[in-house]
């Protein structure tokens, strides 16, 4: 973990002090979460080969374009990477409307459709994990230009690398329904459902502790199941 002093600007603020020196004195867990993520990731990537090719090729069966989804995100200390999942829109979604989906979005396709609901567009995000600019469990990692809209206390979650899932992922899973009817999904997003997701992630920031990353893991996947 990063000294106080080389942060960026932004992050260097008297609300994301207090979690910072919070995290600071977990660098075991830190240490231990990075080490579980690569090794979990790479399991997984192996044993997931052949059921992430079938999803391949059913993409490019079932509509044009790619397979991959790739988009500019931001994790740890503001760094902006390329979050790739399976693609579950038509080409050229973002041109076609908002950043956020929402309820009936006519840009998902059939296949996407069901990839959503279980999740299994996420797949693609495990080589994320290996390259270190995701974990398992953190903050969904936004766009930049809601990045630029984060309070003061948000920023604070970039002290650590962005996640595949959250307690927010949780507890927000039929987010699409949230913006449903919206005039502006975005704003409301913005305004509205990001304030809400946030407390959940700077809730998971004071309490962070490595055995709960495998509990909120073991929670998704009831999620997802349910």
């Known amino acids: 973990m990063?000294?106080?002093e080389e942060l960026p600007e932004k992050l260097r603020n008297e609300k994301v002090r207090p979690y910072y020196d919070t995290i600071a004195k977990?660098?075991?867990s830190l240490l231990v979460k990075r080490v579980f993520d690569f090794i979990?990731?790479?399991d997984l990537v192996i044993l997931l080969a052949l059921p992430m090719l079938i999803i391949a090729v059913w993409i490019k069966c079932d509509s044009p374009g790619t397979v991959f989804f790739r988009q500019r995100r931001v994790t740890t200390y503001g760094r902006v990477f390329y979050i790739y999942k399976f693609r579950t829109m038509v080409?050229?979604?973002e041109r076609l409307g908002t950043q956020v989906t929402v309820k009936g979005d006519s840009r998902v396709t059939k296949a996407?459709?069901?990839l959503r609901k279980c999740r299994l567009d996420e797949l693609p995000q495990l080589f994320n994990v290996l390259r270190g600019?995701?974990?398992?469990v953190g903050t969904r990692p936004e766009v930049e230009r809601y990045v630029d809209r984060y309070t003061d206390e948000m920023r604070a979650t970039l002290l650590m690398p962005a996640g595949i899932t959250s307690l927010a992922s949780i507890k927000f899973k039929d987010e699409e329904k949230l913006l449903d009817g919206a005039s502006d999904p975005d704003e409301v997003y913005v305004n509205?459902?990001?304030p809400q997701k946030m407390d959940y992630n700077l809730e998971y920031l004071r309490g962070f502790n490595f055995f709960y990353?495998?509990?909120l893991m073991f929670m998704t996947v009831a999620a997802v199941l349910k």
């Open 192 to 194: 509205e459902v990001l």
């Open 26 to 28: 977990r660098s075991g």
């Open 133 to 136: 600019e995701m974990s398992f």
């Open 213 to 215: 990353d495998i509990k």
């Open 2 to 4: 990063k000294k106080w």
């Open 91 to 93: 080409s050229d979604a």
């Open 40 to 42: 979990v990731a790479l």
């Open 112 to 114: 996407g459709q069901f």
